[in-house]
């Protein structure tokens, strides 16, 4: 089983659609989450840290259930600019110290 | 302000040659890796460095070598390219010991034949 798992996609949707993206982890130990957002031959960037009782940035929610070991994203009434790979990301908080990053979930807006 | 900085953008090497990646930062991180990203694979971790004097290896260290003689600077060395190797290469860095969020340079896109 990978660390961290995420579905590829290609998730299509519609300008003002809202779209959610899943993140499983298998290290109960995790302590950091993170979402990051890579375009197209550019370097993975913070998108937004998630925090045990959620958070919200503008559009964007994060959701974190440590029960079931996921995390989840949620962007609201989306923009062509959000057009991109997400990339859910997990500290090891074991032996090596270091993040995790899953292989991305990629996401294209449409007019 | 220029962040993390990776040179050179792109290469080209003939198998067996050796080549240095250069990445330095001028946030005065404690923490900087490098990582490997493959289609379909993600990004995964090569090397990473806690302090100047101190690394580790990551997940897929073999054919890499790693130094950090200052808090700025961290090389990542290819010892003897192979085709396997072809890859976008991303160093990063951090504050802290390794789980805060990461800074990303803009990638070295290495091609060996």
């Known amino acids: 089983r990978k660390e961290v798992e995420q579905d590829p996609g290609p998730f299509n949707v519609p300008e003002g659609a809202t779209v959610a993206f899943n993140c499983t982890y298998s290290n109960s130990a995790s302590q950091s989450f993170f979402w990051y957002r890579q375009d197209c031959r550019k370097e993975p960037k913070l998108l937004m840290s998630v925090y045990s009782s959620g958070n919200e940035d503008g559009r964007f929610t994060a959701q974190l259930n440590r029960a079931s070991q996921y995390i989840s994203l949620l962007i609201r009434d989306s923009k062509l600019s959000d057009s991109a790979t997400y990339l859910c990301v997990v500290n090891k908080n074991t032996g090596r110290r270091a993040l995790t990053f899953g292989s991305g979930t990629r996401l294209q807006v449409q007019p | 302000n220029a962040g993390v900085t990776q040179t050179p953008k792109f290469q080209v090497l003939k198998t067996g040659q050796s080549m240095t990646l250069q990445c330095a930062q001028d946030?005065?991180?404690?923490?900087m890796s490098w990582y490997r990203q493959d289609p379909g694979m993600g990004l995964r971790l090569i090397h990473y460095?806690?302090?100047?004097?101190?690394?580790d290896q990551g997940e897929v260290p073999n054919g890499y070598n790693v130094s950090r003689s200052t808090t700025e600077d961290f090389p990542l060395r290819l010892l003897s390219a192979a085709p396997s190797q072809t890859s976008v290469y991303f160093c990063?860095?951090?504050?802290?010991?390794?789980?805060?969020?990461?800074?990303f340079g803009d990638g070295t896109r290495l091609s060996i034949l």
């Open positions: 460095s806690v302090g100047a004097g101190i690394t």
């Open positions: 990063a860095s951090s504050y802290g010991t390794g789980g805060q969020p990461q800074h």
């Open positions: 946030m005065n991180h404690e923490y």
